[in-house]
């Protein structure tokens, strides 16, 4: 294969669409198309220098996992560049599809990206080609609903005319020890052929290729693994609260768990879920599940444990103010870390914007610092807090707050200064832990 397109859709421009795209374009040419307005020539500039610009219906906020340093490079080199012209996509040899896959108000599905980006590629679809999904999404996505619009759109015929798979991205941000070269890329084919295009497409630039028998078993793949976290983090966040009456710490808990050398796996409690996986997918099959008559209880239970964190950290930042004799109302309170995870610069999700907006609605006075997201952009959920800047990292700012609240425990930030510095804190990812506090000062979340 020559050439291959990473179509983005409205807001693909991130992890999945940038790294999936020079991976698989090692060596190759890789177009990067936007399904934003035309003529978006800002935010293609900010594209090839790294980072996309969110805006309704353009391109999304977010730092390149592991490639973004390449890029100018890719582009200097005639590897990369990036449009909003979908007839590109009639040159490429390959088509991926890297767009999201939210949830509506009503949390249900929203596939709208991927049948309009669909849309978007049919007309310009020609015989060979071949498309791939790689969108987490509910099981008979892309047999069903995708192939239906290209098929609609460009007159041929998916397995016969053109190819058509799907295999489900797989990255770890923040981990410098993930590369995407090395993980395991699992693909699944409307029919054997596109299953083997799929297969040699990504084993170009990917170490080992695991093929499963059709689209929808590499789509439930995605659904199970994400799941699976949810529900585990589910479990310990529940026995945080248990112990946590009892007077256990979790945290000693699980370190000691984790020794066992068999039949455990770690997973941590914290202020909620985030980022674009695991507080979603999950909700793609318990939708799907019911049109086969099914009740995924498990999977809802554990969705309900999760989104009920956030309260339960106010709950306890109440407390914590208490033995200060003082209220919510009227306090001042600064969220530590608005990204959904360590390290990263990705608020996609993140509960740290419904802490602020319960102590927000309790009377307190709230700001955040975050020194990987110094100023908030916009948001689908949270467009309120667009243009909210970081407040800055010093003893007279810090010493000003009546609580702070560990949300993101990001390794830039110096504990130690914050202990000596915070009058109380409530720590709900372990940050504290080995740091020297005064009596009283750190409550656990």
């Not at 608020?347 to 602020?356: D, G, I, N, V, Y």
């Not at 927000?360 to 909210?388: C, F, M, N, S």
Request: glycine content about 10%.
């Amino acid at each position: 294969m020559a050439d291959a397109v990473v179509e983005g859709g409205e807001d693909g421009g991130g992890f999945v669409g940038h790294d999936g795209g020079f991976d698989v374009g090692a060596g190759e040419g890789v177009d990067g198309v936007e399904a934003g307005p035309a003529g978006e020539d800002e935010d293609l500039d900010l594209l090839f220098a790294g980072r996309a610009v969110e805006e309704e219906g353009a391109l999304v906020a977010c730092e390149l996992v592991q490639l973004g340093q390449d890029v100018p490079a890719q582009v200097e080199a005639g590897q990369f560049r990036a449009t909003t012209d979908f007839r590109e996509a009639r040159k490429a040899d390959a088509i991926v599809i890297c767009v999201p896959t939210p949830l509506t108000v009503n949390r249900e599905p929203d596939i709208s990206y991927i049948v309009n980006t669909g849309r978007s590629i049919a007309p310009h679809l020609r015989r060979g080609q071949l498309v791939v999904l790689e969108s987490t999404t509910y099981p008979g996505t892309t047999e069903n609903e995708l192939r239906a619009v290209l098929e609609e759109g460009s007159g041929l015929k998916a397995g016969k005319d053109f190819h058509l798979a799907f295999s489900p991205e797989r990255e770890d941000p923040g981990n410098p020890d993930s590369k995407v070269g090395i993980i395991p890329k699992v693909v699944g084919g409307l029919t054997p052929r596109c299953s083997e295009l799929a297969a040699a497409l990504y084993g170009r630039a990917i170490k080992t290729i695991v093929p499963v028998s059709s689209c929808r078993a590499a789509e439930a793949t995605k659904i199970l693994e994400n799941t699976f976290r949810s529900v585990n983090i589910a479990l310990v966040n529940e026995l945080k609260m248990v112990y946590d009456a009892m007077g256990i710490d979790i945290w000693e808990v699980i370190a000691a768990a984790r020794t066992k050398p068999f039949g455990f796996m770690a997973f941590y409690p914290g202020p909620g879920l985030g980022g674009h996986c695991i507080p979603i997918d999950p909700f793609y099959l318990t939708w799907k599940a019911r049109e086969f008559g099914q009740h995924t209880r498990f999977i809802e239970l554990a969705g309900e444990i999760n989104t009920a964190m956030p309260h339960y950290v106010v709950e306890r930042s109440a407390q914590a103010l208490n033995a200060m004799r003082k209220p919510i109302n009227g306090s001042r309170v600064l969220i530590l870390g608005l990204a959904y995870k360590a390290n990263v610069d990705d608020m996609r999700e993140s509960p740290a914007f419904h802490l602020l907006e319960l102590f927000k609605q309790q009377g307190a006075k709230v700001a955040y610092h975050d020194p990987l997201v110094p100023v908030i952009g916009p948001t689908r959920e949270h467009a309120a807090w667009k243009g909210v800047r970081s407040v800055p990292w010093n003893r007279k700012t810090i010493g000003s707050f009546d609580l702070v609240v560990i949300c993101t425990a990001h390794n830039v930030i110096n504990y130690r200064e914050l202990a000596s510095w915070a009058r109380c804190i409530v720590d709900t990812r372990n940050a504290m832990a080995g740091i020297r506090t005064r009596k009283g000062q750190v409550w656990k979340a």
